[in-house]
């Protein structure tokens, strides 16, 4: 049996409410087993991030107004100079932003520059990365 540590935890009560609501909505039967999944999640989410190795399949999505003079540009330049890295891309117009999602795999090392690369541009305002392991690794 795993051992069970308790531990304290303050936030906002509006935070509070919030998670709370979802829980219920979800049908949790406790704010732990809610707290739980989410530090799991949190976990899955950003443990990856700590590795310099191996090999990822992922998808990279990446919100900008593409009013920003240059950014349709700089976005494709980035694209064109890892393209062993990035297997294609979708875009989708939304009115005066645009959403760009790239199909990455390779080096864990590299699509992080990547991401990191797109972050940096002017008028892009939301980049998002979901990876997992590669197929050697199921
Ligand atoms: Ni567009």
Known sequence: MERIARIGVSLPENLLRRFDSILSNRGYSSRSEGIRDAIRNYITEFEWLEQEKGERVGVVTVVYDHSVKGITDSILDIQHSNSDVISGTMHIHMGRNCLEVILVRGDVKKIKEIAEKLISIRGVKN???????GEDHF
């Open 127 to 133: 980049v998002k990365l979901v990876t997992t392991v």
